[in-house]
């Protein structure tokens, strides 16, 4: 089998999905995304959808330009050998983003199911059918807010609630207060601070994850940037509450492990949008699982790409959690069928062949810009 052929839509969903103030620092709400169709000499198709940040036309680009023509003409079963003959054509002047070549892995994964018959957990060796979710907020206008919605998500029966909360130190330490007050002791129901590197300094971020210990939290996610490896180091050294990082750590598995090793952090990230796809997933769980560490599934913020990050969880033993991002108007971009969380707070992956996505190609033929 050879891939004939890949078809790149450059997608815009203009409609609001989120409030004005919901993402840190920017006052847009558009989503760009693109869609990877990959196609074969036996008619069977693997499809994708791509990050695309702000910018389809620039994501439509470097997939157009970089990433279609290295897999045109290639087995799309030989996904290791793609894995590693891609980064030595990377290394010559293409240094394309972090979220490139992950949709292409997932095609090539959606064509294997396809053909094997089976859903793609399956495919990869699952250890189980169901996960369970923690919601992980948007920012929010009050820390009062963010305890009204740990309590509203508890009471549906999700196992857990992760902050993205204000940077301001005072304001970002009621709302962990608020929370905490809000939920209580209960142990089946786990509170997470994600600041998204809102800590300048280690000394900031100490003192932030000493109150966290106080109150309880499970823990202490990129309090510092990825690359500040010292200071991360010091915090997973100095504080009790784990320390979660790698999530934009540019290298896949190759940076991760490095941070592993040298004790960066307590537990790793990896997704199948911004670490290179499915391969990358199950590389960095696999590592991590050798060191006795967790490796969970951080948020791809797209529909369809959460449901490959939801096969990937039930085919990963060292993984806790699938991580739910609200608002909830997200999880329907693009697909007829978001993933289905039950009202005891398990996450559970379609039974189709593949992804097993049902793709709402009218939603998408609307949103499309441009194809390449």
Avoid at 34 to 44: C, E, N, S
Avoid at 155 to 167: A, E, I, R, V, W
Avoid at 236 to 260: F, K, N, Q
Wanted: some cysteine; aromatic content about 12%.
């Amino acid at each position: 089998m050879k891939i004939t052929d890949i078809e790149i839509r450059l997608c815009k969903h203009q409609e609001e999905v989120m409030g004005a103030t919901e993402l840190r620092d920017s006052h847009r709400s558009e989503l760009n995304f693109l869609i990877i169709t990959m196609k074969t000499d036996a008619g069977v198709d693997g499809v994708s959808m791509g990050f695309a940040g702000m910018g389809a036309e620039m994501a439509g680009s470097i997939a157009a330009q970089s990433i279609k023509p290295f897999f045109l003409g290639k087995d799309p079963f030989a996904r290791e050998k793609h894995w590693h003959d891609f980064r030595r054509y990377e290394r010559h002047w293409h240094h394309t983003p972090i979220y490139s070549y992950g949709p292409f892995d997932i095609a090539l994964w959606d064509i294997a199911g396809n053909v094997a018959g089976l859903p793609l957990y399956k495919l990869l060796g699952h250890c189980r059918e169901k996960v369970p979710t923690y919601v992980s907020s948007m920012y929010l206008d009050t820390p009062q807010d963010y305890a009204d919605q740990a309590v509203e998500f508890k009471q549906k029966g999700f196992h857990g609630y992760k902050l993205h909360p204000p940077n301001d130190f005072q304001e970002a330490l009621e709302a962990y207060r608020l929370c905490r007050q809000a939920v209580g002791d209960d142990p089946h129901f786990k509170l997470m601070a994600d600041p998204v590197t809102a800590h300048t300094y280690y000394e900031e971020a100490l003192r932030m994850g000493r109150e966290l210990e106080k109150l309880g939290y499970y823990w202490f996610e990129e309090p510092l940037y990825d690359v500040d490896f010292n200071g991360l180091r010091k915090l997973t050294r100095d504080l009790d509450i784990p320390i979660c990082g790698t999530e934009v750590l540019v290298g896949s598995h190759y940076s991760t492990a490095e941070c592993i090793a040298s004790g960066v952090v307590d537990i790793v990230r990896s997704d199948v949008s911004w670490k290179g796809g499915v391969t990358a997933v199950m590389k960095t769980a696999h590592l991590a699982e050798a060191f006795g560490m967790r490796c969970e599934v951080h948020t791809t913020i797209y529909p369809a790409l959460e449901i490959v990050n939801l096969h990937c969880c039930c085919a990963i033993a060292n993984c806790e959690f699938f991580e739910a991002l609200i608002p909830s108007s997200l999880m329907k971009l693009g697909i007829k069928n978001p993933v289905r969380i039950d009202a005891e707070g398990y996450a559970h992956p379609p039974p189709g062949d593949g992804l097993g996505i049902e793709w709402d190609w009218d939603f998408i033929e609307n949103a499309t810009v441009a194809l390449m």
